[in-house]
């Protein structure tokens, strides 16, 4: 049985948790394989709306073995925090498992990217401050605590002691910030120690023998393309590789086990934080996208930047991700519009662009070129197959299909489970 990738084709919060709840049936692990508590899946069962954070959004389904993967930044406490609030509505986290390898976010690390962004100024990332960025800097830097180190109090002490010996230094003289007891820390990492003990294993391994034994792994990525350490909007992007590519990396599984990339596409375009955004709407139309479809972070609450659809950006994303399947979400908030445009090309500086322009100084510059297409009246919500659709919600959608050159298979009309349009199976 095959693995797939589910990925986000934009600045992330395309709606996932949606597309990972549609394949629920046939999913026998979700892994989580990059990013932290830095993003949010909603997803809506019947009448309760559930937003995760870390969580794989499997946890909701009873039959699925959802795991964190090694590519992932855990803060413990929220973790807990999580679990503990699903255990209150009757839900069990019994089955998770957590890579050993997966690092830790610390105390340190929020702290340091609290102050950090302060510092930047005007320049900032616009980060959701929960410690991300310097918690992977770690890891790259070699100076991270993992998940394994909560298993041997000797070790944990050492590296909270090397690390706080630099970090504190750092916060007190550079940010003029209060230092961090290491006692302290190692007193709240070994309680957290305690109760994650039995959700800790060779997550690699166990996918491996699950796939050998014809399981079906879906690896859920956070984020989205253009927030891809390599291949987003640097520096506006997070500290992690959300692209297929960083996949196999973050869950220990061979590139070669990928059968399928399914990309989440919103049906307009939505970014958090700082950056460039060519179709970003700063008026009264953008005002109506984030209030109609919602636009409100799940992690930090923070107004959501609106824009039309990029279809440069969704090319971009099928040949960076080598989408196979597109899940086009939220179409049905542009009902009752006359005209959608749709960006199809960049102005940069009176040359035309395609493609994403090579630097971020053109692509800063880059204005949106749009093509019109005629809207739709009608309420869609209610739509089970492809012909339920309005004419014009179906050109649209085919528009959309050939231009970012990847067929789009499913496609969503409201919040609910059910309000998917099935065009072909995902898997
Ligand atoms: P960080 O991941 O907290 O370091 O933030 C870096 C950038 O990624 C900021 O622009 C955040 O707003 C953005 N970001 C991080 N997670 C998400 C997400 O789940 N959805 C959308 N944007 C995100």
């Known amino acids: 049985m095959p693995a797939a990738v589910l990925v986000g084709a934009q600045w992330g919060d395309e709606g996932k948790g949606k597309a990972t709840d549609l394949l629920g049936g046939d999913v026998d ?17 019947g009448d309760q709306k559930y937003a995760l954070h870390l969580l794989p959004t499997g946890i909701l389904s009873p039959q699925v073995v959802p795991v964190i993967g090694n590519g992932v930044v855990i803060d413990p406490g929220v973790l807990l925090g999580e679990i503990d609030g699903l255990a209150a509505r009757g839900i069990s986290a019994e089955r998770l498992l957590i890579s050993s390898n997966a690092h830790l976010i610390m105390p340190h690390h929020k702290a340091l990217d609290k102050v950090t962004e302060r510092y930047l100024g005007k320049s900032k990332i616009g980060t959701t401050g929960r410690g991300i960025g310097p918690a992977y800097a770690d890891k790259i830097a070699r100076m991270g605590v993992r998940v394994q180190d909560l298993l041997d109090p000797g070790i944990l002490a050492k590296k909270i002691e090397v690390a706080l010996t630099e970090k504190n230094q750092v916060l007190t003289k ?11 820390v190692l007193e709240e990492y070994l309680a957290y120690a305690e109760r994650l003990k039995p959700h800790i294993a060779d997550t690699s391994l ?16 956070g984020q989205g393309t253009l927030l891809d350490i390599d291949h987003g909007t640097y520096p506006f992007v997070t500290s992690s590789s959300p692209t297929a590519g960083g996949a196999c990396a973050g869950a220990g599984i061979p590139p070669n086990r990928l059968t399928k990339v399914i990309g989440i596409l919103k049906a307009y375009t939505t970014r958090v934080g700082s950056g460039p955004f060519p179709t970003e709407l700063t008026d009264d139309m953008g005002e109506w996208l984030r209030q109609t479809g ?15 659809f990029d279809a440069v950006i969704a090319r971009y994303a099928t040949r960076i991700n080598g989408v196979t399947d597109y899940f086009l979400t939220k179409l049905d908030i542009l009902s009752g519009l006359e005209r959608i445009p749709v960006c199809v090309a960049y102005d940069v500086d009176g040359v035309r662009h395609d493609e994403i322009p090579m630097t971020q100084t053109d692509f800063h510059h880059a204005k949106p070129i749009y093509e019109e297409f005629p809207g739709w009246q ?15 919600a179906r050109s649209y959608i085919r528009t959309l299909e050939e231009m970012s050159g990847a067929p789009i298979s499913a496609v969503g009309v409201g919040p609910g489970r059910d309000q998917t349009v099935v065009v072909r199976p995902l898997v």
């Open 206 to 221: 166990v996918l491996a023998k699950a796939l050998d034994e014809g399981k079906f792994v879906l690896l859920e990525g």
């Open 294 to 308: 919602g636009e409100f972070g799940v992690t930090t609450g923070r107004n959501r930047r609106t824009g039309w």
């Open 174 to 184: 550079v940010y003029n910030r209060r230092g961090i007891d290491p006692a302290a």
């Open 378 to 392: 009608e309420d869609i919500s209610g739509a089970k197959v492809l012909e339920d659709l309005p004419p014009n």
């Open 29 to 45: 692990y979700v892994v989580r394989y990059q990013g932290g508590n830095n993003a949010g899946h909603t997803v809506v069962i």
